[in-house]
């Protein structure tokens, strides 16, 4: 059974069972022209905040090897914000460190219903990796489900080739689930790799 937080910001009601850390296993499946990636590998994500109407972000994942027989290799360490996707108004800070020019007033839950559709809250959440991958994705929020694209990809110029890609996530029995499709190395869009996450 998931608890859920007290006393949070309203814009972060709807992302409120992400909180916490999750680790566990997943598995990677990709193929680009001639070479075959797979194998399994451990992963670790943290979701916190520290009162803003966003959650922090931070994720690590390391290969296990396709038979279990190599040696740990760190894939992946990335962090970023979630939250939801809103106008900002003149009460709100930014850009960069610019004040508000207006009094700021506490957002409320009818604040947040008002962003909802028939498919969820609006949702933004910004990504960077360790390799310098700057990611920008945009997508929905629906209960215990959450689905986002890329809306931009920006890369060093020595990076591998990578343009786009869809996150899911879902809360299943206690458990974090995702999957992220991949554009890269001359592939369309297709699945690359997938998780199942506990809470710890």
């Given at each position: 059974?998931?608890?859920?937080?007290?006393?949070?910001?309203?814009?972060?009601?709807?992302?409120?069972?992400?909180?916490?850390?999750?680790?566990?296993?997943?598995?990677?499946?990709?193929?680009?022209?001639?070479?075959?990636?797979?194998?399994?590998?451990s992963h670790r994500v943290?979701?916190?905040?520290?009162?803003?109407?966003?959650?922090?972000?931070?994720?690590?994942?390391?290969?296990?090897?396709?038979?279990?027989?190599?040696?740990?290799?760190?894939?992946?360490?990335?962090?970023?914000?979630?939250?939801?996707?809103?106008?900002?108004?003149?009460?709100?800070?930014?850009?960069?460190?610019?004040?508000?020019?207006?009094?700021?007033?506490?957002?409320?839950?009818?604040?947040?219903?008002?962003?909802?559709?028939?498919?969820?809250?609006?949702?933004?959440?910004?990504?960077?990796?360790?390799?310098?991958?700057?990611?920008?994705?945009?997508?929905?929020?629906?209960?215990?489900?959450?689905?986002?694209?890329?809306?931009?990809?920006?890369?060093?110029?020595?990076?591998?080739?990578?343009?786009?890609?869809?996150?899911?996530?879902?809360?299943?029995?206690?458990?974090?689930?995702?999957?992220?499709?991949?554009?890269?190395?001359?592939?369309?869009?297709?699945?690359?790799?997938?998780?199942?996450?506990?809470?710890?």
């Amino acid at each position: 059974m998931i608890e859920l937080p007290t006393g949070l910001p309203a814009d972060l009601a709807p992302l409120s069972w992400l909180l916490g850390v999750w680790e566990g296993t997943g598995v990677i499946e990709y193929t680009a022209g001639e070479r075959r990636y797979q194998g399994e590998f451990s992963h670790r994500v943290s979701f916190s905040h520290d009162s803003g109407p966003f959650l922090n972000y931070a994720a690590s994942a390391t290969f296990l090897g396709a038979e279990g027989t190599d040696e740990p290799v760190a894939l992946l360490a990335e962090t970023g914000f979630w939250r939801l996707e809103r106008p900002r108004t003149d009460a709100d800070p930014g850009p960069a460190l610019l004040p508000p020019t207006a009094a700021p007033t506490p957002r409320t839950v009818d604040d947040v219903e008002a962003l909802r559709t028939d498919d969820g809250f609006p949702l933004q959440v910004s990504v960077t990796h360790s390799d310098g991958t700057l990611e920008l994705y945009l997508g929905r929020i629906a209960g215990p489900r959450i689905d986002i694209a890329t809306d931009a990809v920006v890369r060093p110029a020595g990076a591998k080739a990578y343009s786009a890609a869809t996150r899911m996530y879902g809360l299943v029995d206690s458990h974090l689930l995702w999957a992220w499709d991949i554009t890269a190395l001359g592939e369309t869009l297709k699945s690359h790799a997938s998780a199942r996450l506990a809470k710890v």
